[in-house]
């Protein structure tokens, strides 16, 4: 499987999935799927209620299947409805939470990687016939680039990543505390949100696949960085900093 190495922020790198094609491929069905439905079934409601009149009507109900992907990916935390289904999400090229920003250079892009725009100009004769290939654009992009990244993720700066392989991408730095939780690392506060948000992830992957080693390398990169001593085990250690977090940032 292909992956990627991103940088924790503790100046050690992680593997994470890379998205094979056929998983993207199937999201986009099934997205397709959603936004055909939603015309078959909203266009025939609007006929029985509003009949052949109205048609600022329409052109409303035309507005959502316009936007779909922008407003998934912004609501649903990178993922569309496809998305969610293959497990898979964007992420910023460098393992974050891409901003509203990258988001509408994605959706924006999608002219390029999928011009339905070129098949209908080519179909009405307004563009010679070899310039369906520019059809293909994003599918070669995506086949071609290392990381697998269509066009509006190369300029974007995103990509995708297969969330079931490495789950711990679902998570926030928010954890469950006890009611009477006695933090004991308060310099667990000079670390950033970015920075605690990959220790969550770490500490998913260390419990998933074994990887204490991992865990021993990030507690010591981070006693070293926050000049912190502590007798605890490694993954104890990092749950205990993510439980700190949590209990002075709510207080």
């Avoid at 179909?123 to 995506?142: D, E, R, Y």
């Avoid at 419990?207 to 490694?234: A, C, N, P, T, V």
Wanted: net charge negative; aromatic share 12%.
């Amino acid at each position: 499987m292909l992956v990627v190495k991103l940088d924790t922020g503790f100046n050690i790198e992680v593997d994470f999935p890379i998205t094979p094609f056929h998983k993207r491929l199937l999201a986009w069905i099934i997205d397709s799927v959603v936004v055909t439905a939603y015309f078959l079934v909203g266009s025939k409601l609007l006929n029985i209620s509003f009949g052949d009149g109205m048609e600022w009507v329409f052109v409303l109900f035309g507005l959502p299947p316009l936007f779909y992907h922008l407003i998934c990916e912004i609501l649903m935390n990178g993922q569309s409805v496809g998305k969610k289904a293959l497990g898979i999400k964007v992420i910023t090229a460098d393992g974050g939470q891409p901003t509203l920003s990258q988001y509408l250079i994605r959706w924006v892009f999608r002219l390029a990687d999928f011009p339905i725009w070129v098949l209908a100009a080519v179909s009405m004769n307004s563009l010679p016939w070899w310039c369906a290939i520019f059809l293909f654009g994003g599918i070669a992009c995506v086949l071609m680039t290392p990381h697998s990244q269509r066009i509006g993720d190369l300029v974007a700066g995103t990509m995708i990543i297969d969330t079931r392989v490495h789950t711990s991408w679902e998570d926030t730095v928010f954890t469950e505390l006890e009611g009477d939780y006695r933090p004991r690392f308060p310099q667990v506060m000079h670390l950033s949100d970015k920075d605690i948000n990959t220790l969550k992830s770490i500490i998913g992957a260390v419990k998933k696949k074994g990887d204490y080693d991992l865990s021993m390398r990030i507690g010591e990169r981070i006693k070293s960085k926050l000049h912190i001593e502590s007798d605890q085990d490694s993954l104890e250690f990092l749950e205990t900093l993510l439980k700190d977090y949590n209990y002075y940032s709510t207080t």
